[in-house]
């Protein structure tokens, strides 16, 4: 019988411009959304909120964040004004809470976009509560993993779980005039698929020690919301590429989809 849990998925969000042109990525999350039930509410674990602790977002709607700068001026004006979920925000504390990571409620915060630009494509009427979850690049692969165990009975409720980051994401290293991904970027995007599809926990854990992983990953924050969704998916889960691809030369735009 099919699972009735949906799957984790971690999607990589790339420029804040993947509203204003959505390409191939923004077709492969609309495919993606189409393809899953429609949840009851979503719970984005994004890049761009960092924190010492554990932290979600729980306002009764969603603000929009336009955290970037130097941007076209016609993406300032979007907004995703989401209905907030404050329920599922005093449901994930506990969780959080219970497993030993005390976790704290910010009532204000709104979305950034790590979580509404590849939301507004995948639900474009802004009609599906949700809440963000905060990362914190002080501690380890291992302990978002441990959010992500923490936070996998979310996913037998109707809660969409979804890591926005990066699967390669280096801004010193991006060529803004496009061109060719670099060896050493293909190398490391490839590795990291090879690892979730052979569900290699312990490789993926260490990720450290994969081929031209400081390279990729020089600071840890886009590469973290992978592992609260890996971990969400279950005990000997594995990962399917969804969409492969890279923008700016060296920044991936790999997406995945988590199941046991």
Not at 28 to 43: C, H, M, N, Y
Not at 243 to 250: A, D, E, K, V
Request: aromatic share 8%; net charge neutral; hydrophobic share 45%.
């Amino acid at each position: 019988m099919p699972d009735p849990k949906l799957p984790s998925l971690f999607v990589s969000h790339g420029a804040p411009t993947l509203a204003l042109d959505a390409g191939e990525t923004g077709a492969a999350w609309q495919s993606l959304a189409r393809g899953l039930p429609r949840p009851k509410a979503v719970l984005c674990v994004s890049a761009h909120w960092t924190t010492a602790t554990p932290t979600v977002s729980s306002p009764a709607r969603n603000d929009t964040i336009h955290d970037f700068q130097g941007f076209p001026a016609p993406l300032y004006q979007i907004t995703y004004p989401a209905p907030g979920d404050p329920a599922l925000a005093e449901r994930v504390a506990r969780l959080l809470s219970g497993a030993g990571m005390a976790a704290s409620i910010d009532r204000a915060r709104g979305l950034d976009h790590g979580a509404w630009v590849p939301l507004r494509l995948m639900y474009p009427k802004a009609d599906v509560p949700t809440i963000q979850l905060s990362v914190q690049p002080g501690r380890d692969s291992a302990w978002h993993y441990r959010m992500g165990e923490a936070l996998e009975p979310l996913r037998a409720e109707g809660v969409l779980i979804l890591g926005s980051g990066g699967a390669v994401h280096n801004l010193r290293e991006v060529a803004w005039e496009g061109g060719p991904a670099p060896t050493w970027a293909r190398t490391f995007d490839e590795w990291l698929a090879a690892a979730l599809a052979g569900g290699r926990a312990a490789d993926l854990l260490d990720w450290r020690r994969a081929p031209h992983a400081r390279q990729a990953q020089p600071t840890d924050e886009h590469f973290l919301p992978l592992f609260v969704a890996l971990g969400a998916a279950g005990k000997g889960a594995r990962g399917e590429r969804l969409h492969q691809g890279f923008t700016l030369g060296s920044m991936s735009m790999a997406a995945f989809k988590f199941a046991a």
